[in-house]
């Protein structure tokens, strides 16, 4: 899977958007084709059938310009099925990289049009991709950044902040990005606040705040789903959940069974 994207033909582009759901409000984008034996979709390309692609490469390709080529890509939402470029990075790209570019102001703009803003002292959440612990993802020039590190940046207007150095919440609020409620902190400092708040084993399932199901409802999500009563979608309707939600609880991926 290591082919040159740019011999992509019109009818390989077809064929790849005819095999995506793409969902909307930053859901995850279902591959709906062939997959690999790690469930990550792949695509024959029309008419060769020697020549295959990896349906995420294809997807950041042709959305964001990139050519990973043969480089692994990590999905944010771990869903192996996903597709949507919000929700891919390519590995060797690590998070919170030094910010070594200009803001420019329509990336502010785009960047503040993702934040719930309320007064100073309320949490502003993060409207945008979020990583599996509920903080905010931004991808900027193709690299990854976390949204509450940026809007600390941007606040104090820095350029860079030393990798060993972290942006903490005073709020324990992982989607919060008001710059009132970060302060810089090294993982020393993370690790005592952590401990000194109470947070050293996060609550889980619906005793976790920001919970829409309780244990009751992802039982019944998982019976009529196994059962092949009821469609993903169906039940995200149901539970007003994302049908991506929907499927991390039916195949396992989230709200795993306690031992």
């Known amino acids: 899977m290591n082919n040159e994207l740019k011999e992509l033909s019109k009818k390989d582009i077809d064929k790849f958007w005819d095999s995506i759901v793409k969902n909307e409000n930053n859901d995850c984008w279902d591959w709906c084709g062939i997959k690999d034996r790690n469930n990550r979709g792949i695509m024959f ?17 042709l959305n964001r310009g990139i050519n990973a080529g043969g480089r692994p890509i990590r999905r944010l939402c771990e869903n192996m099925q996903c597709c949507n470029p919000d929700h891919l990075i390519i590995k ?3 998070l919170d990289t030094p910010l070594d570019v200009v803001l420019t102001k ?6 503040w049009a993702r934040v719930k803003i309320k007064n100073k002292n309320e949490c502003w959440e993060w409207q945008g991709c979020k990583d599996k612990k509920g903080y905010g993802m931004v991808n900027l020039n193709y690299r990854t950044y976390r949204a509450h590190r940026l809007s ?27 710059p009132h409620h970060l302060w810089i902190g090294t993982n020393a400092d993370n690790v005592r606040d952590r401990h000194k708040k109470g947070r050293s084993n996060a609550p889980t399932g619906e005793k976790h705040g920001a919970s829409k199901l309780t244990e009751k409802d992802v039982d019944s999500i998982r019976n009529l ?26 195949y396992g991926r989230t709200w795993r069974k306690q031992l």
């Open 152 to 178: 600390y940046m941007i606040a104090h207007n820095l350029e860079y902040i030393e990798n060993n150095l972290c942006v903490l919440h005073k709020c324990d609020n992982p989607s919060c990005v008001n």
């Open 106 to 111: 329509k990336r502010l703009r785009s960047f």
């Open 225 to 250: 789903y196994a059962g092949k009563k009821i469609s993903q979608k169906a039940l995200s309707e149901i539970f007003d959940v994302s049908r991506s939600t929907i499927g991390h609880i039916v």
């Open 92 to 94: 060797e790209k690590t």
């Open 45 to 61: 390309a029309v008419g060769k059938k020697n020549v295959v692609y990896s349906a995420s490469h294809i997807s950041l390709f």
